[in-house]
């Protein structure tokens, strides 16, 4: 819920924990009960991670106006130091209040029951209507409080409806009838509770994996911190079994860590000097001493976190109109009931309308679904930033990929170096390497490396500048050094004055080139990727790069095309010859030599057709078209700020498998969205019917009430069970 904002203000933002929360019209309710605090702009109440995201005014707005506002809706705002304890102090009041409801209800359903087949007809009579009506109200309190709350807010919940069945009940004198109602409306919270618990479960497991404490290195000695307390620069000491608590850098010392919590991998990974690793991953086999780069909620599985628990905030289509359809719902339950009760005459069939109406298992059907998708998903590696880009998923046609690092391996190596115009190699491999050093891109780690294994010492560059799609520019001991593209230095040749800061040259193939370099031939021939290398405007000579395709990556294709993904199409910024050999390989059509901005295109000229595109990058080089496709998928995203950032689905191991696998989540999630859905609009139906036309009493009604929510949580438990991503 957002509001007209104002520039001057010093906006902040908050998260509030919500306790108390069941169903997505608690969250509405939460919502607007925050939302209608002065000097808040925006908020995000979120149901999986029991918390209220709140944009606000500091200086007109406080926490402990939030918190009223919240415990006047109904639930509760605990502090953050007293949300666990709380949290686990009405776990064990909500355990025992069950066992007494559930005995005291079990007694009270057999003794009305009874009555109502004329068994109990004498135990009941001996009971006065006002000590029974009292029970009711006892009973059903907690549920009538939240109600009176409710309409003191003008808004109707399913429980108002309900409420007026049972207010039917007692003016009838049927108290009996009225405690059966209650007593299933509490069996019904409960279902939902236990539903929404189900969906949180995921969530919960992530976050139980979070470290609470580090061994830090401090005036020489190791001392145990909360991991709260560590400082960015410290080192942290990492022993076998144990987690390790922050993103850093290994400084000594190798071990085994198991990435499972991060990348949902099993096969553990080496980790020596030099290695980055995570929090809340574990080494064995081994110590380690880890330079912290990054603590708590900054770093990698903490942003996992906080992602998985606010992608419930990007809801999907068929979410919103669950939404919208229960906001109308009631108020025609309501006119059902007013009219049954004028056409018939009977207090008692109005009540089952209005007890038997299930508003609540509307609401449930999609976030439940969701919610289960994207934690069981997180546990696999696949992180998912909302419930509608798994329902743009499941319809997608168009897929878009990526060459180097995702469908390869992006760890290119140097074959060979290629001298021109009386250049040696050891002259051009120095310079490229050196203009290279700052670079991010996989071919810079190849040439850095290809560098140092040859002993050739780097020159700092005195300037530098990477051109997106192209290649980088640098100054290097006092010469302008290009490496890249023939784009690039084409448009560099054709320009001799052209200062550090590029604009646009000739774009074309400059023949004179590669003239007299059959070599250069040779490896685009095979599929080789060709850098070229210039100082002060003169081609020096060329790099050839191979990088190796996944082994997965066909088999992955292959199940894509059997889930009727017809077009997959190869983007690359790399050469027609060096696009063909690949994309021979594995049987797509490719557009070569494209530029970032040209990616983008392709992407928009297939969404103005009407497509659904997803595109599929390394996160790093393809942030824009990610970013522009309908879904943009990044590969091996783990630890990397733009890949979380860029895509709307980020896979945090490097595993092709992984892609159809999200296909086929996201398409068995809206199978099971369609089927809560479906069963839930049968249900209503029929129960409005067989009560309006009196054929359902309030008794039935209230019993059948749960049923919903108990066929809606068991086919969506079915997203919860762990997947199997390789197969």
């Known amino acids: 819920m957002q509001k007209e904002l104002t520039s001057s203000t010093d906006w902040k933002t908050i998260e509030l924990p919500v306790s108390g929360m069941d169903c997505a019209e608690c969250t509405r309710h939460v919502q607007h009960a925050l939302a209608g605090v002065p000097g808040v702009a925006s908020v995000q109440v979120l149901l999986s991670a029991e918390k209220a995201i709140v944009r606000l005014d500091p200086a007109v707005a406080s926490l402990d106006q939030l918190r009223a506002a919240v415990n006047e809706a109904g639930y509760s705002a605990p502090a953050p130091a007293d949300a666990q304890q709380m949290d686990q102090q009405r776990t064990y009041t909500r355990k025992v209040w069950t066992v007494m409801a559930l005995v005291f209800g079990a007694v009270l359903f057999v003794v009305v029951l009874g009555e109502w087949f004329g068994l109990f007809e004498q135990i009941t009579g001996r009971v006065p209507f006002v000590v029974g009506a009292a029970l009711v109200v006892l009973s059903g309190w907690p549920i009538f409080r939240n109600v009176l709350r409710a309409t003191r807010k003008r808004q109707v919940t399913s429980h108002t409806l309900m409420t007026i069945g049972v207010l039917a009940a007692l003016a009838v004198g049927q108290w009996t009838t009225a405690a059966v109602v209650v007593f299933f409306m509490r069996i019904g919270d409960y279902v939902e509770r236990f539903a929404a618990e189900g969906a949180r479960k995921a969530v919960r497991t992530l976050t139980a994996l979070a470290p609470q404490q580090a061994r830090v290195v401090r005036n020489g000695a190791e001392v145990e911190i909360p991991v709260a307390e560590v400082l960015p620069g410290e080192t942290v000491i990492v022993r076998p079994g144990e987690q390790i608590p922050v993103d850093g850098i290994v400084i000594d010392g190798h071990a085994t860590v198991d990435q499972a919590a991060i990348t949902g991998e099993s096969l553990p990974v080496e980790a020596g000097p030099g290695a980055h690793v995570y929090a809340a991953t574990i080494a064995s086999l081994g110590s380690l001493r880890v330079r912290v780069e990054r603590i708590g909620a900054d770093t990698t599985f903490g942003r996992v976190i906080k992602l998985v628990e606010e992608a419930e905030a990007n809801r999907a289509d068929v979410q919103r109109f669950a939404d919208k359809f229960t906001a109308y719902y009631l108020p025609v339950v309501l006119t059902i009931a007013i009219l049954t009760l004028l056409i018939r005459r009977d207090p008692l069939a109005m009540a089952a309308v209005l007890v038997v109406a299930c508003s609540c298992s509307i609401a449930l059907a999609t976030p439940i679904a969701m919610l289960a998708s994207i934690g069981s998903a997180a546990r696999e590696g696949i992180l998912i930033k909302g419930g509608k880009y798994i329902e743009t998923l499941a319809r997608a046609d168009v897929l878009l990929i990526d060459k180097t690092g995702t469908l390869t391996l992006g760890r290119p190596r140097i074959d060979e170096v290629i001298t021109l115009n009386g250049a040696s190699s050891t002259e051009v491999l120095a310079w490229a390497a050196s203009a290279e050093r700052d670079s991010e891109h996989p071919l810079a780690d190849a040439v850095r490396n290809y560098a140092l294994e040859k002993g050739l010492t780097l020159a700092e560059p005195a300037r530098f500048r990477a051109v997106p799609g192209k290649g980088v520019v640098a100054e290097v001991d006092g010469h302008l050094i290009t490496v890249g593209?023939?784009?690039?230095?084409?448009?560099?040749?054709?320009?001799?004055?052209?200062?550090?800061?590029?604009?646009?040259?000739?774009?074309?193939?400059?023949?004179?080139?590669?003239?007299?370099?059959?070599?250069?031939?040779?490896?685009?021939?095979?599929?080789?990727?060709?850098?070229?290398?210039?100082?002060?405007?003169?081609v020096i000579g060329a790099l050839t790069a191979t990088d190796t395709l996944r082994r997965e990556t066909p088999v992955a294709l292959a199940r894509l095309r059997a889930m009727g993904i017809a077009t997959i199409e190869l983007l690359t910024g790399d050469n027609d010859a060096t696009a063909d050999a690949l994309a021979g390989q594995l049987g797509i059509p490719y557009r070569a030599n494209l530029l970032p901005e040209d990616k983008i295109a392709v992407v928009r000229d297939y969404q103005q057709q009407g497509k659904v595109v997803v595109m599929v990058g390394d996160g790093v080089n393809d942030a824009p078209a990610l970013a522009q496709a309908d879904v943009g998928i990044a590969m091996g995203a783990g630890g990397a700020d733009i890949a979380l950032e860029a895509a709307h689905i980020a896979l945090l191991r490097d595993d092709w498998l992984l892609v159809p696998a999200v296909f086929a989540l996201a398409r068995r999630t809206m199978r099971v969205v369609k089927t809560n859905l479906f069963l839930t609009a049968v249900y209503n139906v029929a129960g409005l019917s067989l009560a309006a036309a009196g054929l359902l009493p309030p008794i039935l009604a209230a019993a059948a009430q749960s049923i919903p929510d108990l066929a809606i949580l068991g086919n969506s438990a079915r997203l919860l069970r762990k997947g199997k991503s390789r197969n």
Do not use: Y
Not at 513 to 527: F, R
């Open 485 to 538: 593209s023939h784009r690039l230095v084409a448009s560099l040749l054709d320009a001799p004055n052209l200062p550090l800061a590029l604009h646009r040259g000739r774009d074309d193939d400059s023949a004179h080139l590669w003239t007299n370099a059959p070599p250069i031939d040779l490896a685009q021939t095979q599929g080789k990727s060709v850098l070229w290398v210039t100082r002060d405007h003169a």
